[in-house]
C-alpha cells in the first residue's frame, strides 16, 4: 500500500467518518429565539413541542445509537454504540462500511469495519493490523478538531462546530430554526408509540444564523456548499412519549449522489465511557500530512485528498 494511498485513506475516513457518525448538516445552536425563519409560518404546537423535546433530551446526556448512512456510489455504512454529551462529546462508534468506494478502500486497508472513538477535542480510528504496518506499527489514526478545521477550510470550521455539538436533539434544534417543520402523524418504532415531525433545512441558511463563522468564512462554506451540491436537508424525526428523540430520518443531495441517514436512539442515560487511546499505539493524522517523507516506510507524493 503506497504512502500516498494511506494518506488518501486517512483523510477521507476521517471526513466521512465524522460527519456521518455522529454529526447532521445543521448547527446545535439554532433557533434559540423559536422563531420561524419564515416569518411565523410554523404553527404554535409543533414549536412547543419540540422545545419540550431539546430540553428532554439534551438533560439525558447519553443514549446508545445505531444508524445507517448512504451517499450515491462514494459509500454506505452502519455505526453502532453510544455516546455521551454533557460535557463534550465522548463515546465510541463501530463503522462498519457496507458498500460503494469506501468499502472498496477499506478492504484494501485489510478489514470494512472500525472503532471511532470521540472525545471534545479529537477524533481517534482504531485501523486494521494491515494499515498499520503503513503507519509505524500503529493502530489509531488521532484527528484533532482544530487540525480537520484547517483541513477543510471554511466547511472544516463548521464541522467541528457540528462534532463538537454534536447530540441527538441537534436535528430538533436544526427544525426549530428551519422555518418548515409540520407534524405529520403518529407512528411506532421500536414497539413504542412516536409523534413524527418533519421540515427541510436550508443548509447555508442555517449556518449563517447558527455557527461563529466570520463573514468570509460563511462565504467560502456556501460556494463550497454550492460546489457540493447541498442546498437543503429533508430532516424528520420521530419523539416518544417521554418527550426524548427515538428516531430521526435525512436526505439530502450532494455532488457524489443522494445522502440519506437513518438513526436510532434508545437507553438514554446509559454509562459511556471513552479514553485517549494508548499514545505509543496512536499516529496524529496532521504529522503524517506534515511529515512529506515516509510513512510506514513509504514515500509521500501527490494530493491528499
Known amino acids: 500500500m503506497k504512502s500516498t494511498t494511506v494518506r488518501r485513506m486517512g483523510l477521507s475516513i476521517a471526513v466521512v467518518a465524522a460527519l456521518t457518525g455522529v454529526a447532521a448538516c445543521g448547527s446545535s445552536d439554532g433557533g434559540k429565539d423559536g422563531k420561524a425563519a419564515g416569518g411565523g409560518a410554523i404553527k404554535l404546537s409543533p414549536i412547543a413541542a419540540l422545545r419540550s423535546v431539546e430540553k428532554s433530551t439534551d438533560k439525558a446526556d447519553s443514549a446508545k445509537v445505531r444508524s445507517t448512512t ?4 462514494l459509500m454506505s455504512m452502519t455505526a453502532n454504540g453510544a455516546l455521551a454529551w454533557s460535557d463534550g462529546l465522548k463515546g465510541n462508534l463501530t463503522i462498519t462500511y457496507t458498500g460503494g468506494q469506501m468499502a472498496e478502500m477499506m478492504k484494501k486497508a485489510g478489514t470494512q469495519s472500525m472503532e471511532a472513538r470521540y472525545l471534545p477535542d479529537a477524533y481517534y480510528a482504531h485501523m486494521s493490523d494491515a494499515y498499520a504496518q503503513q503507519t509505524g506499527g500503529k493502530h489509531w489514526l488521532k484527528y484533532s478538531y482544530d487540525d480537520l478545521a ?21 436535528s430538533v434544534k436544526m427544525l426549530l430554526a428551519s422555518g418548515d417543520v409540520k407534524k405529520v402523524g403518529e407512528d411506532t418504532v421500536d414497539g413504542a408509540h412516536t409523534t413524527h415531525y418533519s421540515g427541510t433545512v436550508d443548509v447555508a441558511d442555517l449556518a449563517g444564523k447558527s455557527s461563529d463563522l466570520s463573514g468570509d468564512q460563511l462565504s467560502a462554506l456556501k460556494k463550497q456548499l454550492d460546489q457540493a451540491g447541498v442546498t437543503t436537508d429533508t430532516v424528520d424525526i420521530w419523539i416518544n ?15 457524489n449522489g443522494t445522502m440519506t441517514n437513518t438513526t436510532f436512539y434508545s437507553d438514554y442515560g446509559v454509562k459511556v465511557t471513552a479514553e485517549a487511546p494508548p499514545a505509543g499505539d496512536t499516529k496524529d493524522f496532521a504529522d503524517m500530512l506534515k511529515s512529506g517523507g515516509t510513512v510506514g516506510g513509504g514515500t509521500t507524493s501527490g494530493a491528499t485528498s
Do not use: F, H, R
Open 150 to 170: 484547517k483541513l477543510g477550510g471554511a466547511s472544516g470550521s463548521y464541522m467541528k462546530d457540528q462534532i463538537q455539538n454534536a447530540t441527538p436533539n441537534q
Open 241 to 255: 412519549d417521554e418527550n426524548l428523540l427515538v428516531k430521526k430520518t435525512e436526505k439530502a443531495n450532494t455532488a
Open 70 to 73: 448512504s451517499m450515491g456510489d
